[in-house]
């Protein structure tokens, strides 16, 4: 298997632009999770997704900030319009359903390091 | 809410020497499970070893070992004859059994090796 893929693994954009980042999950895996990595706050989860539908939420900063998963395969995370302090690296994550193997272990993709000028 | 904390920023280790990295964490839950991840420069998050909180034995993988005390929520990676590949951000993790798998990381230890 591929692992989980993310594009692009790298993305430069000026303030006030719209970007979006992409994930494609392990094929089999039902959890998708987007994650936040910075200096200041460390790793965060944004949200989370279960066979297609949100379960939390909680951690998306603002409404600035948007995600969907139209389908088993693919999501994507949408922030409009972006500013600096969104600069991060974002991570996607995939894991089995439960009562599947080890179905709390999740598997990271490569990153997308977002820089906003 | 469940929190985990790394006290040591950095560590380092001469190579093929053991080292310990800490880990604590805060949890209500009685089911949950804790996992060490490895962040090398290339920043791939690398899955090292897990813990499922009702199993009393520690988890083992070649090197890599835990030490996992429930009563005292402490859970620490023991690296032994520790390689220059080593080298990395160590993240320590738990996530809940049922109801929620988002994973709360600590905030990370920075492993050198000393060659």
């Known amino acids: 298997d591929a692992g989980v893929i993310q594009s692009p693994r790298h993305e430069v954009t000026e303030m006030g632009q719209e970007v979006t980042l992409r994930c494609k999950p392990i094929?089999?895996?039902?959890?998708l999770f987007w994650y936040r990595q910075t200096m200041m706050r460390g790793l965060e989860l944004l949200i989370y997704?279960?066979?297609?539908?949100?379960?939390?939420d909680s951690g998306m900063p603002e409404d600035r900030f948007s995600a969907k998963m139209p389908n088993a395969s693919f999501s994507t995370l949408k922030i409009q319009p972006s500013e600096p302090r969104d600069s991060a690296v974002y991570f996607c994550?995939?894991?089995?359903?439960?009562?599947?193997?080890?179905?709390?272990?999740?598997?990271f993709g490569p990153g997308t390091r977002l820089t906003v000028l | 809410a469940q929190t985990v904390t790394q006290s040591q920023p950095e560590m380092s280790v001469q190579e093929a020497e053991t080292v310990t990295l800490s880990c604590t964490y805060d949890?209500?839950?009685?089911?949950?499970?804790l996992f060490w991840y490895k962040q090398p420069p290339s920043r791939q998050m690398i899955l090292v070893i897990r813990?499922?909180?009702?199993?009393?034995q520690n988890a083992t993988e070649n090197r890599f070992s835990v030490n996992f005390q429930k009563a005292a929520k402490s859970f620490s990676l023991k690296i032994s004859d520790s390689q220059l590949g080593d080298a990395a951000m160590y993240f320590c993790?738990?996530?809940?059994?049922?109801?929620?798998?988002?994973?709360?990381f600590g905030t990370g230890t920075r492993l050198t090796i000393i060659p």
């Open positions: 994550a995939s894991s089995l359903p439960r009562g599947q193997g080890l179905h709390n272990e999740q598997f």
């Open positions: 997704f279960n066979n297609n539908v949100p379960i939390d």
């Open positions: 993790a738990y996530s809940r059994d049922f109801g929620n798998e988002k994973l709360t």
């Open positions: 094929s089999g895996h039902d959890y």
């Open positions: 813990q499922e909180a009702y199993k009393q």
């Open positions: 949890t209500s839950e009685s089911d949950y499970y």
